[in-house]
């Protein structure tokens, strides 16, 4: 982000210009944006994190979160949304992680749309967040342009501030199988029993959401099966796979061995 400045904001007005912003970021009717002036005025003055992201003086993007659990260790990031492709939803992250640091908050928590790739690769690959759970319709049916009436299905993201960023690139292993698969354009599941699973996402669960509804709640429901059926075993997600899919590794439990008896005649 060169020429921008990213600060805390309290002030009625600005906070007005950032409730019209997430407006037009979700295309949601005029009244109705995703949180209103008056919530971030309460957050702000009670000491929770509400910046903007500035470029010759407009606003260019904004985030906003609150102190969760546990207690005195973690901050939730409640809403996050910038202009597309200039950098500012990173800087904004990077912002937000050092205002953490400097208030001694080991991680950062977050909610985002398990079925949109952009999301989950900026989540994942870039911050190095691990998905911990996942959530079927978290906020109800939402009637915004992203949501597109469709119930939201969201996954719950920890970021460890104190660990080291992961490499971009991940590779699955020999006899990873497929538990979702992208069939042109429509999801395919398959039950596999790999300790590796491949999970695949739509091109665009957005425009899906817009032209064509039923293979949208398609893509949620296989999605909400394989993936929120892994992760409610105890898998975790170990990385995102070609900016397309999800690699989810079960965990194994070794087996035991019964105790080797000896017979004596």
Request: charged fraction near 25%; aromatic fraction near 6%.
């Amino acid at each position: 982000m060169n020429g921008s400045t990213i600060r805390e904001l309290r002030m009625m007005e600005d906070l007005d210009a950032v409730s019209l912003l997430y407006a037009g970021i979700w295309g949601s009717r005029p009244g109705n944006s995703p949180i209103s002036a008056e919530v971030m005025r309460a957050l702000a003055h009670t000491g929770n994190y509400v910046a903007g992201a500035y470029e010759d003086g407009r606003l260019v993007g904004a985030s906003v979160a609150f102190f969760g659990e546990p207690v005195g260790t973690s901050l939730h990031s409640h809403i996050t949304g910038s202009v597309v492709g200039r950098g500012v939803g990173l800087a904004l992250k990077m912002h937000q992680r050092q205002w953490a640091l400097d208030h001694r908050l080991r991680r950062i928590t977050w909610t985002y749309d398990p079925l949109i790739r952009r999301n989950a690769y900026f989540n994942l690959t870039k911050l190095g967040a691990l998905p911990e759970d996942y959530l079927p319709s978290f906020y109800g049916a939402m009637h915004d342009t992203i949501n597109g009436g469709d119930e939201s299905d969201r996954v719950l993201v920890a970021w460890d501030l104190t660990a080291p960023t992961p490499p971009e690139a991940i590779e699955p292993p020999l006899g990873a199988a497929h538990g979702v698969r992208n069939h042109r354009g429509r999801p395919e599941i398959a039950a596999t029993d790999a300790e590796t699973v491949l999970v695949d996402l739509p091109d665009d669960i957005e425009a899906l959401r817009l032209t064509d509804p039923g293979t949208a709640r398609a893509w949620r429901l296989a999605v909400r099966t394989t993936l929120g059926g892994l992760l409610a075993e105890g898998a975790r997600v170990v990385g995102f796979h070609e900016r397309r899919r999800y690699v989810v590794r079960r965990t194994i439990t070794p087996r035991v061995r019964p105790p080797h008896r000896s017979h004596q005649s």
